[in-house]
Structure formats: structure tokens, C-alpha cells
């Protein structure tokens, strides 16, 4: 087994018996199965986009602005 400190993604059981595997690093969908054994080899291929991990990383794009129906600037 995998030490818990080394596992890079979680999995989500869904009410329709879907499993999702998860990065924790970068938080895409690695993969959507029924048999969650095999989110292992699909896990061990999932490579970040670098671009997201530096978004997510540096706060770009969390800043939120909502939209005021009459408000002007």
C-alpha cells in the first residue's frame, strides 16, 4: 500500500456508483470509473498542467467581483 503521505489523489464514491479519482495537487477529475481498482493505473499517468498549479498556487483568478444588476462603477 501506498504510504497516505505519498498518494497524490483521493476518490469520490458517487450514489450511482461512479468513482472519481481527484489530484490533490491540481484538483482535475483524474478519472471517472465503476470498478475502483482502476483508478490506479489511470492515477499513476495524470501529469498537472503546470499552468493551472501555479494559478491555483499564487491565488490567480480567486478574486471574485460579483455582478450588481444597476450598480455602476
Known amino acids: 500500500m ?3 503521505q505519498l498518494m497524490t489523489s483521493f476518490h469520490r464514491h ?5 468513482f472519481d ?6 484538483f482535475v477529475t483524474i478519472a471517472s470509473v465503476r470498478d ?3 483508478l490506479s493505473p489511470l492515477e499513476r499517468t495524470h501529469v498537472c498542467d503546470p499552468v493551472r498549479v501555479y494559478q491555483l498556487e499564487n491565488g490567480v483568478g ?5 455582478f450588481v444588476v444597476g450598480h455602476k462603477d
Open 36 to 38: 475502483e481498482r482502476q
Open 62 to 66: 480567486k478574486t471574485y467581483q460579483p
Open 21 to 26: 479519482s481527484i489530484c490533490k495537487r491540481c
Open 2 to 4: 501506498t504510504h497516505p
Open 14 to 18: 458517487h450514489d450511482n456508483g461512479i
